[in-house]
């Protein structure tokens, strides 16, 4: 089951959904942003497979925790971790996810 939505910030696709795992991959543009977020009971794994993915974990817009994630790197997202993925202002990131399929369990802020 393959499908791509164009978003405000690039493009997502899913390679793969089953009853076990989800797998998509999303493109950022350069200096684009997706809105913070987090899962009550999904975990997300993050591998950056081309560019430099800026991981936000800050808890809030006056908090500042960004991690850089070069190509070829790892990271994992537990249940009840705020989050945001960005691009950095010079250069698109693409990015694949591969989480657990729980159904509604992603809440997005107000920004």
């Known amino acids: 089951m393959k499908s791509k939505t164009k978003e405000s910030w690039g493009h997502e696709e899913t390679i793969a959904h089953t009853s076990k795992y989800i797998v998509k991959k999303l493109s950022i543009r350069a200096g684009q942003k997706l809105k913070r977020r987090f899962h009550l009971r999904e975990k997300e794994n993050v591998y950056v497979d081309e560019g430099v993915l800026l991981l936000d974990l800050s808890e809030s817009e006056d ?41 509604k369990d992603v809440f997005y802020f107000n920004e």
Do not use: H, M
Request: hydrophobic fraction near 35%; aromatic fraction near 14%.
């Open 63 to 103: 908090e500042s925790n960004v991690l850089k994630l070069e190509s070829g790197k790892f990271w994992q997202i537990y249940p009840k971790k705020v989050y945001r993925f960005c691009a950095p202002s010079d250069q698109n990131v693409v990015l694949f996810t591969i989480t657990t399929p729980e159904k």
